[in-house]
Nanobody, 123 residues
Framework: QVQLVESGGGLVQAGGSLRLSCAASGRTFSTNAMGWFRQAPGKEREFVAAISASGGRTYYADFVQGRFTISRDNAKNTVHLQMNSLKPEDTAVYYC????????????????WGQGTQVTVSS
């Protein structure tokens, strides 16, 4: 069972940037796709970005619109989400998740989740 620990959240003004990190423990990191999701108060959890096991393919939600970049370092068992041009509507708890597949084929494939890190964007 992999353990995922997110970090890097915080309070930032609109237009600012944050870099989220997720550290994974366990032997299966480099063989599994990883993803970032978020949940705002009163809303369903939603997909933000995902990256294949090799890092060769990335996927983004439409609302990212080129502002976020997901990356991974398989040597360090980490995945990152660089978030630029943040907006107040990006305020949410951000979760790191690991898929059971090498490609992030479906949200239902994400079986392991971190505890989340709060991102708050002030206007």
């Amino acid at each position: 069972q992999v353990q995922l620990v997110e970090s890097g959240g915080g309070l930032v003004q609109a237009g600012g940037s944050l870099r989220l990190s997720c550290a994974a423990s366990g032997r299966t990191f480099s063989t599994n796709a990883m993803g970032w999701f978020r949940q705002a108060p009163g809303k369903e959890r939603e997909f933000v970005a995902a990256i294949s096991a090799s890092g060769g393919r990335t996927y983004y939600a439409d609302f990212v619109q080129g502002r976020f970049t997901i990356s991974r370092d398989n040597a360090k068992n980490t995945v990152h989400l660089q978030m630029n041009s943040l907006k107040p509507e990006d305020t949410a708890v951000y979760y790191c998740a690991q898929s059971q597949y090498a490609q992030p084929m479906a949200i239902t494939g994400f079986k392991s989740w971190g505890q989340g890190t709060q991102v708050t964007v002030s206007s």
